[in-house]
């Protein structure tokens, strides 16, 4: 069968012939590849218009609320899966069978502890530091560690690199928040769940064992599970992007933390609270309501909206759900912080502006509160995400070696500066 061609007239009258490119779901693409032969770039501001890679890992079709993870449902794998099956589907494929399960666990736990010098990083950093920015700092730190024994071309420091980088980023996250509070670090446990050790690791202290509630492990885990990956987005974009130079995978993840923190992205489910406790009643509820509906105002209605998600955002759904099983656990179901969630959700999906843009609760208007009732403060928020998400960040980073055209991201523009101009010799002439 003929391969299907996109064709494209030039002003000149030239004609281009593009081809076209189906993945196996999901909308075709046009293959632009070859423009710069023929002197042309393309023009797409926020990649709105634009897929920057060909992957197997995650697939969403926003229209219909589907996200799969390796051909699986995000509502099958929360339900029946923990974290390190996920990470390691991500990563290989498959779920593991039983064996690779045990293999793979020991794997990852093996690395769960830090090397004793990251103690002085920590402490280099002011105590109020956000631990999303000490995160991202000590991640990259890890590089100096793990630098010439480390090349990005061989299969097996890529699989040792994954593991390293699962295993030692929980430590990371909680080390992070506990020098916020001037806590002595705490060091991980091997004999836990990788949840319910991250959780331990926060809450416990030399003093007081943290007493492990199984529903509310389950819950965090599948706050890991739902935001393990959410294929190109600016994160995973960013993550790709620096290690298309080759770079250290600890640098490539730094990078993906740094990315997620902005409201825009991951910092949405802290921004979403501070919302939240800002609207305080529900009388106040339209008042936002206006506000984000206005052009001229920057407020927007944290935790909604997404750029995949035409509908409703699968995750979030299941974060729902799992908010109200934590909240009847902790005799929390009067909690005014989710009632007023409950009433905006109903305010905002009802409200012509919402509904003509489409524009849905995302994963992170949920998964906030559920956070709050484990006891896991704002400023954790992003650093929680930041956890999950490094499994998809360093199952990309592996696939895009894998992949045959790796090639460093280099992305061109439309220049709009100056027109070519000497340099004055007296600068004190105006200029023009
Ligand atoms: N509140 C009010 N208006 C909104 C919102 C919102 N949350 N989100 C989008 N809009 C409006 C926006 O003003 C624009 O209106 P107009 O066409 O009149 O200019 C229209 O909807 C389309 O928005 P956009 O900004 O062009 O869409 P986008 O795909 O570039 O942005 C988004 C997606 C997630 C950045 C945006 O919806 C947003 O800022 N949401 C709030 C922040 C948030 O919750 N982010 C978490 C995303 S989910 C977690 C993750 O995957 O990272």
């Known amino acids: 069968m003929d391969q299907k061609k996109?064709?494209?007239?030039?002003?000149?009258?030239?004609?281009?012939?593009l081809p076209f490119?189906?993945?196996?779901?999901?909308?075709?693409?046009?293959?632009?590849?070859q423009l710069?032969?023929?002197?042309?770039?393309?023009?797409?501001?926020?990649?709105m218009?634009?897929?920057?890679?060909?992957?197997?890992?995650?697939?969403?079709?926003?229209?219909?609320?589907?996200?799969?993870?390796?051909?699986?449902?995000?509502?099958?794998?929360?339900?029946?899966?923990?974290f390190l099956d996920v990470a390691y589907l991500l990563l290989n494929g498959e779920l593991p069978n039983q064996n690779e399960k045990t293999k793979y666990v020991s794997e990852v736990k093996k690395h769960y502890l830090l090397h004793d010098q990251l103690n002085s990083v920590f402490r280099g950093f002011r105590r109020d530091?956000?631990?999303?920015?000490?995160?991202?700092?000590?991640v990259a730190s890890k590089s100096a560690f793990y630098f010439d024994e480390m090349n990005v071309y061989n299969r097996n420091h890529r699989k040792i690199s994954a593991n390293r980088l699962i295993g030692k980023v929980p430590s990371i996250a909680a080390w992070s928040y506990l020098y916020n509070l001037g806590r002595p670090f705490n060091y991980p446990r091997n004999d836990l769940s990788y949840a319910a050790n991250f959780l331990n690791m926060l809450f416990s202290s030399p003093t007081q064992d943290y007493e492990i509630n199984p529903v509310l492990v389950r819950a965090f885990e599948r706050i890991l599970i739902l935001h393990a990956d959410h294929e190109q987005n600016a994160s995973t974009s960013t993550v790709r992007l620096v290690g298309s130079s080759g770079?250290?995978?600890?640098?490539?993840?730094?990078?993906?933390?740094?990315s997620l923190w902005g409201p825009a992205h991951g910092g949405a489910n802290e921004a979403t609270l501070?919302?939240?406790?800002?609207?305080?009643?529900?009388?106040?509820?339209?008042?936002?309501?206006?506000?984000?509906?206005?052009?001229?105002?920057?407020f927007r209605l944290m935790g909604f909206g997404h750029r995949v998600y035409r509908n409703k955002d699968p995750r979030a759904e299941i974060m729902r759900k799992t908010c109200h099983e934590v909240l009847s656990e902790l005799g929390l179901e009067n909690d005014s912080i989710f009632k007023l969630a409950l009433k905006l959700e109903k305010i905002a999906l009802e409200?012509?502006?919402?509904?003509?843009?489409?524009?849905?609760?995302?994963?992170?208007?949920?998964?906030?509160?559920?956070?709050?009732?484990?006891?896991?403060?704002?400023?954790?928020?992003?650093?929680?995400?930041?956890l999950a998400r490094t499994a998809g960040w360093i199952a990309h980073w592996n696939e895009m070696f894998v992949a045959d055209n790796l090639k460093i991201g280099r992305p061109r523009q439309i220049y709009k500066g100056k027109l070519l101009r000497n340099v004055s010799l007296d600068r004190n002439v105006s200029k023009d």
């Open 129 to 138: 530091a956000h631990p999303m920015a000490v995160m991202a700092a000590v």
């Open 247 to 258: 770079a250290n995978p600890f640098a490539c993840i730094s990078s993906g933390i740094a």
């Open 49 to 82: 218009s634009t897929a920057s890679c060909g992957s197997a890992i995650t697939f969403i079709d926003g229209e219909k609320s589907i996200l799969l993870y390796r051909g699986y449902p995000i509502e099958q794998l929360a339900e029946h899966c923990d």
């Open 36 to 47: 710069s032969q023929h002197g042309l770039h393309t023009y797409d501001p926020g990649f």
């Open 21 to 33: 490119i189906e993945g196996k779901m999901g909308k075709p693409a046009i293959d632009i590849s």
């Open 351 to 386: 409200d012509d502006y919402f509904v003509k843009k489409k524009l849905y609760p995302n994963v992170d208007f949920y998964s906030g509160i559920v956070m709050r009732a484990l006891g896991i403060p704002n400023s954790m928020f992003t650093a929680v995400f930041a």
């Open 6 to 17: 996109a064709t494209l007239t030039l002003p000149d009258g030239k004609i281009i012939e």
């Open 274 to 298: 501070k919302m939240l406790q800002e609207i305080r009643s529900e009388s106040r509820i339209g008042e936002y309501i206006e506000r984000a509906k206005d052009s001229t105002d920057s």
